[in-house]
Structure formats: structure tokens, C-alpha cells
């Protein structure tokens, strides 16, 4: 619903800034998710989520919840507590599994349509769709289907 009012991105200014975005700049599930999951839009200012565990580390490590430090009542909230409460209850849990390896061929798919990599699914054998079509509706890209039988054909 956001993509087809065209309310702008949070990305949108990174792609002003950076000219090498080509992507046509869209809201997908997981932005709005990250938004309503932020405890900072009832008010506080959250810190130490994550952070460096060596000096000039080039990777972070994310902190638990209980270590973050958490000061209330710092700017004015865009939501209640109760609200933020509430919808975060209404959010289906998935737990974390561990990474699973996959065949490094497969990062390099992408639509040729947007230029977005195809999401990976698996049934009898392993399809690979362009997502541009969940979050647009009449995408160029919803007719883009292929198994990985078929790709290694046509590529091969």
C-alpha cells in the first residue's frame, strides 16, 4: 500500500547521495517491520545496541535487550506505549535457526528486469522469483519464475 501512494523511502535519500543505486526504491515487509520493532519512536533514545568487541573491528556484534541503555522521555513520541506494545505482540516470532549454507552460485541470480536479486524458494527443486511483484502491484517482473534446472540449462 505504501509503494502504490508512493510515500518515499527512508533509502530514497541514500539513492540522491549515491548514483550508483540503480534499484527503483520501493518499501518491502522488512522496513516496515524494523519500523514498528524501533523502541525509539515512543520517545526514548536506545543505545549500545550494538557494537565493536575490538578496535577497529570491521564488524559489529549486536547486544541484548538487556544491555542496551534506554533513556525515556528524550524527544517527543511518534506512538504511544501501549500502541508500540500491541503491535509488536500482533508480530509473528520466527526463531533464529543458524545460518544455513547454501551453494554460492546462487547469490548471483538476478531479475533482469529491476536488477534485484531473485528470492530463493524450495519446493520439489529450488525456484528463484523476483520479489519486485510483492511489493508493486502490475510489476514487469511477476512473470519471472524459474527452477534452478531450468536456469542451469538455459545458462549452461
Known sequence: MLNDCGILTPLVK?????????????????????????YKYTGAMVRFKCGNE???A?????????DWVIVEGC???LVSKDDF????EMIRK?????????????RFYYCGCC???LRKTFGLDEYFSC????????AACASIFWSKTELETVLL
Open 14 to 38: 541514500k539513492k540522491w547521495e549515491n548514483p550508483n543505486v540503480k534499484n527503483d526504491v520501493m518499501w518491502s515487509h522488512q522496513a516496515v517491520l524494523r519500523i514498528i520493532q524501533d
Open 54 to 56: 575490538k578496535i577497529r
Open 58 to 66: 570491521k564488524t559489529q556484534k549486536r547486544y541484548k535487550k538487556e
Open 75 to 77: 524527544h517527543e513520541p
Open 85 to 88: 506494545q500491541k503491535a509488536n
Open 94 to 106: 520466527v526463531h533464529y535457526q543458524g545460518r544455513k549454507k547454501t551453494d554460492c552460485k546462487d
Open 115 to 117: 536488477g534485484r536479486r
Open 131 to 138: 520479489q519486485t511483484q510483492l511489493y508493486k502491484s502490475k
